[in-house]
């Protein structure tokens, strides 16, 4: 029969489907690493056997009806269509299973808002589309970076096998110590974004133009992995968050080394640089910041409004032209401000690279002039 | 000819004498003229339905794009921002285009014939409500043939992201404007409809419980969609004429757009639901031989729910960062919804319970809607609750349950509709066979396309991505074969139904034993073009 051809073809599509998949299949929450992810497996897990029995109960009627109340076996309908007692029962009985349900959920609410006291607390902005991290007050206070995606574009275009941390690998960590109570202030600079660790049981909007908090107490050392969960526009998929747990003292050793490298990476601001110094860099500024919607050889992008660097009137123009633009960004586009992400010598590297490359020739641009432009 | 259009000259419905000698093959206009310019309770309603499929494979088309895309990890078929574009598309199509669409559909074929009324209330009006839609739905598929293509924001149209959008998203704003326009006219017409021309003795509390939930779906209408028409209006000042509603900068919040849109959305859900609980109420008494169970506490629940539904938006938005009261109120309302939503379903199966059932496929599909409609209800349960919703936000486990709701739920109803009425509006039989294997093969490819998101969410997969780690893989394999399979299985769904039109066996007038409104026992199948000119006087 044509039927059931067709269904072993599917099975089969579906089984090799199976064996097709690389990894082994996630289905249950991450094993959790804080109190409060713990509480919401908890919760899920109790929620999930009082529904089970309930669905079991009702269907189980609905079904044994489907048997033995059926007319091929020549069951008469009785004709009763109302029973004030059984109504009261169905309607009072799930409101005081509810109300058993809702006490200790309360009790999870409000211990997930108490953000008060922590040990430490850190500004999370996002950006289209990376994060930004400000370590605002405790241990490590005055650290500062930008985290983005490193996933190279071979492996999402397909031209290098999926590495194993694919998409949810970052060039910047956040670290944290474990068992600190940490504060994470949200915001955002462009649009609506979310910071989410499922390990951790934390999940916040990003709002541009407000400030909000959560917090989370990490009960294990090790790397946790999440992404943007509000859609951001293009490159939504590609801004994952990679907070990392570490004892204390690793911890410590960590501020120490950022803050050194914080101190070796300001440039000397009068320096002049050369050409090649600058592009070289600018390329790497480009990767990071620009490729999304301008694209690997400068063509731009129309569905983001994104136009063309490589032969672009404004990009070899007069060099005040592209220096206002990076740091300003264009009204309504994906086009942000850069001036708070990237410092002069960043600006001033990526508009040399973008003015060199892809058949462009112009001058190169020196920080000094970026910092002349900043308001 | 001329009585033709002398016929159309007047209002419908108040029984002239010429009208009773023509009978059904007193007709309107030829060829397609017929179709512009009817007033017509039956004809529009056609139209609804017609309009509501070509919709729904529009819409369907699009998932399975999304669904070729997230076949495998990395970027194969398209670019993130198409794919955003048809995540968008999706919803709003499906939502505005083919769930509505469909029930005001049923609507307008069967609430005049069901309260024994010669035509809708304002007849003209009807034909405009219906004719706007095919402007809407052009506005936005022409969306995706602007410079910039078509808003890649979500359906719900979150702001600030719609600020960023090129000219497409202007048209989905005039879109969604006229849609709303065509909603509340419809709404308009169904509440007057209902209140003003039913049967003599047809009381309000015999009214058939489908007519009910409709006159309770046009209130929530009436009230919901200014609200959204308002929220889309903010967005388009915003874009083009220097208001900031939703920035800070200027002094507004992009939070507010939230509040203003879920305070349309969430009743939007039970627009969505409440006619097909509707349907589902005349489908399982007629299949099981017995009235329903519990008629007046299902009138009173549905209204209950209604009402609740607009005191719970913000479960939309836990993560957003509310205050600790507002999460629990919000919270604790939504857990409310519970009670009278389970009182429907206990009386549906309550219905069942020693009846004489009888499996054909208005029963299969309505069984179908019951347990997997209620599946859909426990995983809300599940998202109702804050910290696990916070958990859940924005991953697949929310499309899951919001797909159970909204196909097992709705578009399951819709498919017991049609073949519950298909024989008296077409006055032919369709194949019960194929009807029962277009069942089946949409169960479970619906299943296989859903369940496994449930997994998936729970897992860590937010929604609205193109690319996913490879841990993801399996499930969405799966559900991509079962998304195919779905959309295939729809194919044979038009052919079933155009081959009942052109061949089916002739229907007699009342062919489900257990159907008792009045279009199964005062009018003949097909019903003639005009009904009820006389009313009935039920007793």
Same mark, same amino acid.
């Given at each position: %029969?044509?039927?059931?051809?067709?269904?072993?073809?599917?099975?089969?599509? =579906?089984?090799?489907?199976?064996?097709?998949?690389?990894?082994?299949?996630?289905?249950?929450?991450?094993?959790?690493?804080?109190? %409060?992810?713990?509480?919401?497996?908890?919760?899920?897990?109790?929620?999930?056997?009082?529904?089970?029995?309930?669905?079991?109960?009702?269907?189980?009627?609905?079904?044994?009806?489907?048997?033995?109340?059926?007319?091929?076996?020549?069951?008469?309908?009785?004709?009763?269509?109302?029973?004030?007692?059984?109504?009261?029962?169905?309607?009072?009985?799930?409101?005081?299973?509810?109300?058993?349900?809702?006490?200790?959920?309360?009790?999870?609410?409000?211990?997930?808002?108490?953000?008060?006291?922590?040990?430490? =607390?850190?500004?999370?902005?996002?950006?289209?589309?990376?994060?930004?991290?400000?370590?605002?007050?405790?241990?490590?206070?005055?650290?500062?970076?930008?985290?983005?995606?490193?996933?190279?574009?071979?492996?999402?275009?397909?031209?290098?096998?999926?590495?194993?941390?694919?998409?949810?690998?970052?060039?910047?960590? %956040?670290?944290?110590?474990?068992?600190?109570?940490?504060?994470?202030? =949200?915001?955002? &600079?462009?649009?609506?974004?979310?910071?989410?660790?499922?390990?951790?049981?934390?999940?916040?909007?990003?709002?541009?133009?407000?400030?909000?908090?959560?917090?989370?107490?990490?009960?294990?050392?090790?790397?946790?992995?999440?992404?943007?969960?509000?859609?951001?526009?293009?490159?939504?998929?590609?801004?994952?968050?990679?907070?990392?747990?570490?004892?204390?003292?690793?911890?410590?050793?960590?501020?120490?080394?950022?803050?050194?490298?914080?101190? &070796?990476? &300001?440039?000397?601001?009068?320096?002049?640089?050369?050409?090649?110094?600058?592009?070289?860099?600018?390329?790497?500024?480009?990767?990071?910041?620009?490729?999304?919607?301008?694209?690997?050889?400068?063509?731009?992008?129309?569905?983001m409004k994104a136009p063309a660097l490589a032969g672009s009137k404004v990009v070899i123009g007069a060099e005040q032209g592209p220096i206002d633009t990076v740091l300003n960004g264009r009204p309504n586009t994906a086009m942000q401000a850069f001036d708070k992400q990237l410092s002069d010598t960043d600006i001033a590297a990526v508009i040399t690279y973008t003015r060199n490359s892809w058949g462009n020739k112009a001058s190169d641009v020196q920080p000094a002039e970026v910092k002349a432009r900043r308001k | 000819m001329s009585s033709v259009a002398n016929d159309h000259a007047h209002p419908h419905g108040h029984g002239h004498e010429h009208h009773d000698h023509h009978g059904a093959h007193h007709g309107p206009y030829g060829g397609v003229m017929r179709w512009i310019t009817t007033t017509n309770h039956k004809d529009i309603g056609t139209l609804y339905l017609w309009f509501s499929f070509i919709m729904f494979s529009v819409g369907g088309l699009m998932a399975v794009g999304i669904r070729m895309e997230l076949f495998s990890p990395g970027l194969q078929v398209m670019d993130p921002d198409f794919f955003n574009q048809l995540t968008t598309m999706h919803g709003l199509i499906m939502v505005f285009g083919a769930i509505m669409p469909v029930f005001v559909g049923f609507a307008n074929w069967q609430i005049p014939m069901m309260i024994g009324a010669p035509d809708m209330a304002f007849a003209r009006l009807n034909n405009w409500s219906f004719w706007l839609l095919p402007f809407a739905a052009t506005l936005l598929v022409l969306s995706f043939f602007m410079p910039g293509g078509a808003p890649g924001v979500g359906w719900t149209l979150y702001a600030p992201l719609t600020v960023q959008m090129g000219i497409g998203m202007d048209l989905t704003i005039f879109a969604v404007h006229i849609l709303g326009m065509s909603s509340i006219l419809g709404s308009i017409n169904i509440i007057t409809t209902i209140l003003n021309m039913r049967a003599p003795g047809m009381t309000l509390m015999r009214m058939p419980l489908f007519v009910w939930t409709w006159l309770i779906t046009a209130y929530l209408l009436v009230a919901a969609m200014p609200v959204l028409a308002g929220a889309v209006t903010m967005t388009l000042t915003d874009r083009h004429f220097g208001t900031t509603f939703f920035n800070a900068a200027g002094g507004g919040d992009p939070v507010l757009y939230q509040h203003i849109f879920w305070f349309f959305g969430h009743p939007e859900v039970y627009i969505i639901a409440l006619p097909g609980f509707g349907v589902i109420s005349q489908v399982i008494p007629a299949f099981s031989r017995k009235p329903l169970f519990g008629y007046a506490s299902m009138v009173y629940a549905t209204s209950a729910i209604a009402i609740i539904s607009f005191i719970v938006w913000a479960h939309h938005m836990y993560t957003v960062g509310m205050p600790v009261t507002g999460q629990l109120f919000f919270m604790y309302a939504t857990m409310i919804i519970a009670v009278p939503t389970g009182v429907k379903v206990f009386n549906w199966v309550a219905t069942m319970w020693k009846g004489s059932l009888t499996f054909e496929t208005p029963m299969l599909f309505a069984l179908g809607f019951l347990f997997m409609f209620t599946l859909g209800g426990f995983t809300g349960l599940v998202l109702a609750v804050v910290p696990i919703d916070i958990q859940m936000h924005d991953t697949y486990y929310v499309v899951a349950h919001f797909h159970y709701v909204m196909v097992a739920g709705a578009l399951f109803a819709a498919f017991a509709g049609v073949y519950f009425w298909l024989p008296k509006w077409t006055g032919r039989m369709y194949n019960e066979r194929l009807g029962q294997i277009h069942f089946w093969l949409t169960l479970i490819f619906f299943n296989m396309i859903f369940f496994v998101q449930h997994f998936l969410g729970m897992a860590g997969m937010p929604r609205r991505i193109p690319d996913y780690h490879p841990m993801f893989e399996l499930w969405n394999k799966i559900s991509s074969l079962g998304a195919f399979g779905m959309g295939l299985a729809q194919i044979l769904f038009l052919y079933i139904v155009v081959k009942t039109i052109r061949s089916g066996e002739p229907a007699p007038q009342r062919p489900w034993e257990g159907a008792d409104s009045l279009e199964w026992t005062h009018l003949p199948t097909p019903p003639p073009y005009h009904t009820f000119e006389t009313q009935p006087v039920i007793k």
């Open positions: %029969m044509k039927g059931s051809k067709l269904v072993s073809l599917f099975v089969g599509l =579906t089984a090799a489907a199976a064996s097709g998949a690389a990894h082994a299949a996630a289905w249950y929450f991450q094993t959790p690493a804080s109190k %409060m992810a713990q509480d919401i497996d908890w919760l899920h897990q109790v929620l999930m056997w009082i529904i089970l029995v309930i669905f079991v109960g009702v269907f189980g009627f609905m079904f044994y009806a489907c048997y033995a109340h059926r007319k091929s076996i020549g069951h008469k309908a009785e004709q009763f269509h109302e029973n004030t007692t059984v109504e009261i029962l169905w309607t009072v009985i799930p409101a005081l299973i509810l109300i058993v349900i809702a006490w200790p959920v309360t009790k999870v609410v409000i211990a997930q808002k108490d953000t008060s006291a922590p040990d430490l =607390t850190i500004k999370v902005t996002g950006y289209q589309w990376k994060w930004g991290y400000d370590y605002l007050r405790g241990e490590g206070e005055g650290i500062s970076f930008v985290s983005t995606l490193s996933t190279p574009r071979e492996q999402i275009e397909g031209r290098a096998p999926k590495g194993e941390h694919y998409l949810l690998e970052v060039d910047n960590e %956040m670290v944290v110590p474990i068992g600190k109570k940490v504060r994470i202030i =949200t915001t955002a &600079a462009d649009v609506i974004h979310a910071w989410w660790i499922p390990a951790l049981g934390a999940k916040q909007d990003a709002i541009p133009g407000f400030l909000r908090d959560i917090w989370f107490r990490a009960e294990q050392t090790g790397t946790f992995r999440g992404q943007c969960t509000e859609l951001c526009g293009k490159e939504h998929g590609y801004m994952p968050i990679v907070v990392r747990v570490v004892s204390g003292e690793d911890y410590a050793k960590w501020v120490g080394e950022q803050k050194k490298a914080m101190a &070796a990476a &300001a440039d000397d601001p009068g320096k002049t640089w050369e050409l090649r110094e600058l592009v070289a860099r600018g390329e790497r500024i480009y990767a990071a910041n620009c490729v999304a919607c301008h694209q690997a050889a400068g063509q731009g992008l129309a569905a | -």
